[in-house]
C-alpha cells in the first residue's frame, strides 16, 4: 500500500516523503525538502554543499566514539573535517532507501548506508539522523546506525 506523501498531526505539520526538492521552503524553515537536498549533497560528496546547510555553531555527533553519544565535533570547521574523514575512510558512500520527517525545528532521516571500507571490507547498515533546526539549518545533527553482527 502507498503511504501518502505528506500528512499532518495535532498541532505540527509532519510531511514525508522521497523526492528530489529545493533546499529550504520560502520560509526558511525546516523541510522534508532541505533534508532531501542534504542527502543528495552528502551522496554527491560534496562538503561545499553540505556545509551550506550548517549553522557557524553547529554539532554533530557521529555514530563512534568514545563516548555515550559516539564523536561530538562542534562548529562548522569540525564538522567538515569529520565528513571528509567519513569520505576518505568510505570513500564510495551511498545513503539510499531513505524517508525524511520533519515537526516544526525537529527533523528524522533514515536511511541504507553502503560503502567499501579502506580494507576493502563491503558496509552495509540502517541508520537514522536526529536533526535540529535554528532558521532552516542545521543546528545539530545526531546519527546513529544499527550494529551488524558477522555472519557466522
Known amino acids: 500500500m502507498d503511504e501518502p506523501s505528506h500528512f499532518a498531526t495535532a498541532g505540527s505539520t509532519l510531511a514525508r516523503h522521497n523526492t528530489e526538492g529545493v533546499a529550504m521552503t520560502d520560509r526558511g524553515e ?3 525538502e532541505t533534508l532531501t537536498a542534504i542527502t543528495a549533497a552528502f551522496n554527491a560528496h560534496d562538503l561545499d554543499a553540505i556545509m551550506e546547510f550548517f549553522t557557524e555553531d553547529c554539532s554533530l555527533d557521529m555514530p563512534r566514539g568514545p563516548e555515550p553519544w ?23 558512500v551511498h545513503y539510499s532507501d531513505d524517508r525524511h520527517w520533519v515537526s516544526g525545528d525537529l527533523g528524522v532521516s533514515e536511511w541504507l548506508l553502503t560503502g567499501t571500507g579502506g580494507d576493502g571490507e563491503k558496509v552495509r547498515v540502517r541508520g537514522c ?24
Open 30 to 32: 525546516a523541510s522534508v
Open 70 to 92: 559516539g564523536r561530538r565535533l562542534v562548529g562548522k570547521a569540525a564538522v567538515r573535517e569529520g565528513l571528509a574523514t567519513r569520505f576518505a575512510g568510505l570513500p564510495d
Open 129 to 152: 539522523d536526529h536533526w535540529e533546526f535554528r532558521g532552516g539549518q542545521v543546528a545539530r545533527k545526531d546519527s546513529y546506525w544499527k550494529i551488524v553482527d558477522p555472519a557466522t
